[in-house]
């Protein structure tokens, strides 16, 4: 049974850092693809960061790139998510889920809430 178990979200300020965390289990974690997603308030889910199974090459939405920061460690069947220069706008609920640039399972973790706000 695949289960996707999202940390880490907090309030924090405009221009502050958070470090999301997604442990996975029920599926092969080190030759999967991991991708972070998000959904604010009263908009679609969307994607915001990808990585390959070994990490070697990551892909962000272009509305993150240059602050946010997509890693994996296979050890311990977790991907990350380093969040900096935070901004409203930012606030949502973060999900991971396995796959490339498109949600490999039709089930979701709870997420995590981030909200950014002074």
């Known amino acids: 049974q695949v289960q996707l178990v999202e940390s880490g979200g907090d309030l924090v300020q405009p221009g502050g850092s958070l470090r999301l965390s997604c442990a996975a289990s029920g599926f092969t974690f080190k030759t999967s693809a991991m991708s972070w997603y998000r959904q604010a308030p009263g908009k679609e889910r969307e994607l915001v960061a990808s990585i390959t199974s070994t990490g070697g090459i990551t892909k962000y939405a272009d509305s993150v790139k240059g602050r946010f920061t997509i890693s994996r460690d296979n050890a311990k069947n977790t991907v990350y998510l380093q969040m900096n220069s935070l901004k409203p706008e930012d606030t949502a609920v973060y999900y991971c889920?396995?796959?490339?640039?498109?949600?490999?399972?039709?089930?979701w973790g709870q997420g995590t809430q981030v909200t950014v706000s002074s």
């Open positions: 889920n396995a796959g490339w640039r498109a949600a490999a399972f039709g089930s």
